[in-house]
């Protein structure tokens, strides 16, 4: 059973930066797809980063290339978006989210990710 586990939420100012940090447990996921995704209140879920636990390849937002950094530990089974640089528009609950994939594929569709966390709100003050 995969368990994932986000924390790092908070509350931050305009500017500010805060970590999250994604607990993955009940697999070995080498072959995973990790991705982060938001929601906004009223708004549909969007990702915001994914990447390839194997190989390390990332995929980033448009919103939030720059930014946004997304990492993984290997010996932690645990992965990060390092969120810099904080708009008010990043307000959110922010999911971590994994899929088994076949070798270097990385996966963007929400649709395709099997396991999810809870979620780990975000809030940026202007």
């Known amino acids: 059973q995969v368990q994932l586990v986000e924390s790092g939420g908070g509350l931050v100012q305009a500017g500010g930066s805060l970590r999250l940090s994604c607990a993955a447990s009940?697999?070995?996921?080498?072959?995973?797809?990790m991705g982060w995704f938001r929601q906004a209140p009223g708004k549909e879920r969007e990702i915001v980063a994914a990447i390839n636990w194997s190989v390390g390849s990332t995929y980033y937002a448009d919103a939030v290339k720059g930014r946004f950094t997304i990492s993984r530990d290997n010996a932690k089974n645990t992965v990060y978006l390092q969120m810099n640089s904080l708009k008010p528009e990043d307000t959110a609950v922010y999911y971590c989210?994994?899929?088994?994939?076949?070798?270097?594929?990385?996966?963007?569709?929400?649709?395709?990710?099997?396991?999810w966390g809870q979620g780990t709100q975000v809030t940026v003050s202007s």
């Open positions: 989210a994994a899929v088994r994939v076949l070798q270097d594929r990385l996966v963007t569709k929400e649709r395709l990710y099997d396991y």
């Open positions: 009940g697999r070995t996921f080498s072959s995973y797809s």
